[in-house]
């Protein structure tokens, strides 16, 4: 296989950028789980006609997933590795990668997900649990795995391996490549973690075969790594050191989320392709990447005191979404203000999924209650429920959340009713009747322009309700 070159991440809403970028695209990468749809029974399946729409992009696929990380004890969820790996086939992926990180802790039915990718324990113990979980995913796709250095906002500990050293005996002891996003190292290096300088000098920079370019911001003193729009200049300048640097690098991909599309211009992300294109260039020829066994030999010598794994990944992953832990160590970690940080990502992220699946319910409670009253709600109902994977699930647990405290709230249950049969609808795209004891014009007609129903009509309705 050749270098694959240059070009963006597929996300929902993208393509006027893709379409503007056509003829400079040689690369899209695509988010597995954003073509994913949680079935009402439970299973998980891919949206064919969105997988369709993709066939007619320019350019070579990867897959880069964003929900089933593999640094973690846990290991990844098998059901999802196994759609990762049928979609690798169909899309002719020559690689997939994941992050380096934890979002589900505990074991069995005991474990929660945290709604975010963390960071591991970065200890030689951290890294042998890692390795492990790296390997459940990589020996079960049927491409090469690439693993990606996340952000990490935590201060670094006296107790811990160095983010090279630990990312790179992972690598080293998984077999695995790295994909090497420059916004992640250079926006730990912004928080207080270690520079990029010292970062590549302690990773094995031949198994970098992808970079990523992206935006942030800064938030309470931090530089979120928020995917917000395009690279600032210290980026670039940054990319244009490093990448010549990297032997095996077949791609560079600008990455963006979705919410960030309509602010972009699509001129000045045709600007950036280029810039980038005339930095680097992949090499001809250049053999496929390769599908290594894991290395022989000890992890890297280290601190292997404090907290193990499991322990760091549950009391880490409880205090970033608002549960009490009384430990020693927690009252130490709760101590660092990241902490907090996490935990407001967190609920604004939950927020966020609920507000763009129960559009009608959010309005009325919001019309209703006001901010402060919806936060109130939000924080109860994110104290006693850990996040869900999928915005569909977060929106069906929301609901049981509202059935059982019933919030003072008139009409509610009727718009709860409809949002979730739109939900169910779009789902499987099979069309459902709902039953309602109000007239569903009256109740649209108001929300939809921002005002509570005045004398809404009553009786008895049946809704069709279709995609």
């Given at each position: 296989?050749?270098?694959?070159?240059?070009?963006?991440?597929?996300?929902?809403?993208?393509?006027?950028?893709?379409?503007?970028c056509?003829?400079?695209l040689?690369?899209?990468?695509?988010?597995?789980?954003?073509?994913?749809?949680?079935?009402?029974?439970?299973?998980?399946?891919?949206?064919?006609?969105?997988?369709?729409?993709?066939?007619?992009?320019?350019?070579?696929?990867?897959l880069?997933?964003?929900?089933?990380?593999?640094?973690?004890c846990?290991?990844?969820?098998?059901?999802?590795?196994?759609?990762?790996?049928?979609?690798?086939?169909?899309?002719?992926?020559?690689?997939?990668?994941?992050?380096?990180?934890?979002?589900?802790?505990?074991?069995?039915?005991?474990?929660?997900?945290?709604?975010?990718?963390l960071?591991?324990?970065?200890?030689?113990?951290?890294?042998?649990?890692?390795?492990?979980?790296?390997?459940?995913?990589?020996?079960?796709v049927?491409?090469?795995?690439?693993?990606?250095?996340?952000?990490?906002?935590?201060?670094p500990?006296?107790?811990?391996?160095?983010?090279?050293?630990?990312?790179?005996?992972?690598?080293?002891?998984?077999?695995?490549?790295?994909?090497?996003?420059?916004?992640?190292?250079?926006?730990?290096e912004?928080?207080?973690?270690?520079?990029?300088?010292?970062?590549?000098?302690?990773?094995?920079?031949?198994?970098?075969?992808?970079?990523?370019?992206?935006?942030?911001?800064?938030?309470?003193?931090?530089?979120?790594?928020?995917?917000?729009?395009?690279?600032?200049?210290?980026?670039?300048?940054?990319?244009?050191?490093?990448?010549?640097?990297?032997?095996?690098?077949?791609?560079?991909?600008?990455?963006?989320?979705?919410?960030?599309?309509?602010?972009?211009?699509?001129?000045?992300?045709?600007d950036?392709?280029?810039?980038?294109?005339?930095?680097?260039?992949?090499?001809?020829?250049?053999?496929?990447?390769?599908r290594?066994?894991?290395?022989?030999?000890?992890?890297?010598?280290?601190?292997?005191?404090?907290?193990?794994?499991?322990?760091w990944?549950?009391v880490?992953?409880?205090?970033?979404?608002g549960?009490?832990?009384?430990?020693?160590?927690a009252r130490?970690?709760?101590?660092?203000?990241?902490?907090?940080l996490?935990?407001?990502?967190?609920?604004?992220?939950?927020?966020?999924?609920?507000?763009?699946?129960?559009?009608?319910?959010?309005?009325?409670?919001?019309?209703?209650?006001?901010?402060?009253?919806?936060?109130d709600?939000?924080?109860?109902?994110?104290?006693?429920?850990?996040?869900?994977?999928?915005?569909?699930?977060?929106?069906?647990?929301?609901?049981?959340?509202?059935?059982?405290?019933?919030p003072?709230?008139?009409?509610?249950?009727?718009?709860?009713?409809?949002?979730?049969?739109?939900?169910?609808?779009?789902l499987?795209?099979?069309?459902?009747?709902?039953?309602?004891?109000?007239?569903?014009n009256?109740?649209?007609?108001?929300?939809?322009?921002?005002?509570?129903?005045?004398?809404?009509?009553?009786?008895?309705?049946?809704?069709?309700?279709?995609?």
């Amino acid at each position: 296989m050749t270098g694959l070159g240059v070009g963006l991440t597929h996300v929902p809403g993208a393509e006027p950028i893709l379409e503007a970028c056509a003829d400079l695209l040689e690369v899209v990468e695509i988010e597995p789980q954003a073509l994913w749809r949680a079935r009402p029974d439970g299973t998980t399946g891919c949206d064919e006609e969105a997988l369709r729409r993709l066939a007619d992009l320019p350019g070579a696929r990867l897959l880069h997933g964003v929900g089933n990380p593999v640094g973690g004890c846990r290991p990844p969820d098998p059901r999802h590795t196994a759609l990762v790996g049928e979609l690798a086939g169909r899309l002719r992926a020559p690689w997939v990668s994941e992050h380096l990180a934890f979002n589900h802790t505990g074991r069995g039915d005991e474990g929660f997900r945290t709604g975010f990718m963390l960071p591991p324990r970065q200890t030689p113990e951290g890294v042998r649990r890692s390795v492990a979980s790296v390997r459940a995913m990589a020996d079960a796709v049927p491409v090469p795995l690439a693993v990606e250095i996340g952000a990490n906002y935590l201060r670094p500990r006296a107790d811990e391996l160095s983010d090279g050293r630990f990312a790179a005996g992972v690598a080293e002891g998984a077999g695995c490549g790295l994909l090497l996003d420059l916004h992640n190292v250079l926006a730990n290096e912004r928080n207080g973690r270690a520079p990029v300088a010292r970062l590549l000098d302690e990773l094995p920079l031949d198994r970098v075969w992808e970079v990523h370019l992206a935006g942030g911001f800064e938030h309470r003193g931090y530089w979120l790594d928020a995917h917000s729009g395009l690279p600032d200049e210290e980026l670039l300048a940054l990319a244009e050191r490093v990448l010549p640097r990297l032997p095996a690098l077949r791609a560079v991909l600008f990455e963006v989320t979705g919410s960030a599309v309509p602010g972009l211009d699509p001129q000045a992300v045709r600007d950036l392709l280029v810039r980038v294109r005339e930095q680097w260039r992949p090499q001809e020829p250049m053999a496929p990447v390769p599908r290594e066994r894991p290395a022989a030999g000890a992890p890297p010598a280290g601190p292997d005191t404090g907290p193990g794994p499991e322990e760091w990944e549950h009391v880490l992953g409880a205090l970033t979404i608002g549960r009490v832990v009384d430990s020693p160590f927690a009252r130490e970690l709760a101590a660092d203000p990241a902490v907090a940080l996490l935990r407001e990502l967190v609920t604004e992220s939950r927020a966020s999924a609920l507000a763009g699946t129960l559009v009608h319910t959010v309005r009325l409670l919001l019309l209703t209650l006001g901010e402060a009253g919806v936060r109130d709600l939000l924080d109860d109902y994110t104290r006693s429920h850990p996040p869900e994977l999928f915005a569909t699930d977060e929106a069906a647990a929301f609901a049981g959340h509202l059935r059982r405290t019933r919030p003072r709230v008139p009409w509610l249950a009727d718009v709860l009713e409809l949002d979730l049969g739109l939900v169910r609808v779009r789902l499987d795209d099979t069309p459902r009747t709902v039953r309602l004891g109000t007239d569903p014009n009256d109740l649209l007609a108001a929300l939809g322009a921002g005002r509570l129903p005045v004398d809404p009509g009553r009786g008895s309705f049946l809704v069709r309700l279709t995609a």
